[in-house]
């Protein structure tokens, strides 16, 4: 079993930066990819960022490329998820999630909240 918890979010201007943590207890080998997913306000949630724990190999989605990076570091069992140029459109909770060799291997954090104001 993992369990995934999440912290650094906050209040941040358009334009600034926030640095999102994500921390896995339990089974840290397990986990094959973790991911950022967001929840805007009024929305469904969707998929920002992935990371491949053996090699770390990102992947982004257009809206964040170029703004947001993605990385892990395997000896503290975290992955992050760095934000810059924040725009209030990303303002949103913010979910650490990750999956295992199997598809009843997913795991998720309780989210933190991100709020950009403009």
């Known amino acids: 079993q993992v369990h995934l918890e999440e912290s650094g979010g906050g209040l941040v201007q358009a334009g600034g930066s926030l640095r999102l943590s994500c921390v896995a207890s339990?089974?840290?080998?397990?986990?094959?990819?973790m991911h950022w997913f967001r929840q805007p306000p009024g929305k469904q949630r969707e998929l920002v960022a992935s990371?491949?724990?053996?090699?770390?190999?990102?992947q982004y989605e257009d809206f964040v490329k170029g703004r947001f990076t993605i990385s892990r570091d395997n000896t503290k069992n975290a992955v992050y998820l760095q934000m810059t140029n924040l725009k209030p459109e990303d303002t949103a909770v913010y979910y650490c999630?990750?999956?295992?060799?199997?598809?009843?291997?997913?795991?998720w954090g309780q989210g933190t909240q991100v709020t950009v104001s403009s």
């Open positions: 339990g089974s840290w080998n397990n986990i094959v990819a």
């Open positions: 999630n990750g999956d295992g060799p199997g598809p009843e291997y997913e795991w």
């Open positions: 990371i491949i724990i053996r090699n770390g190999r990102t």
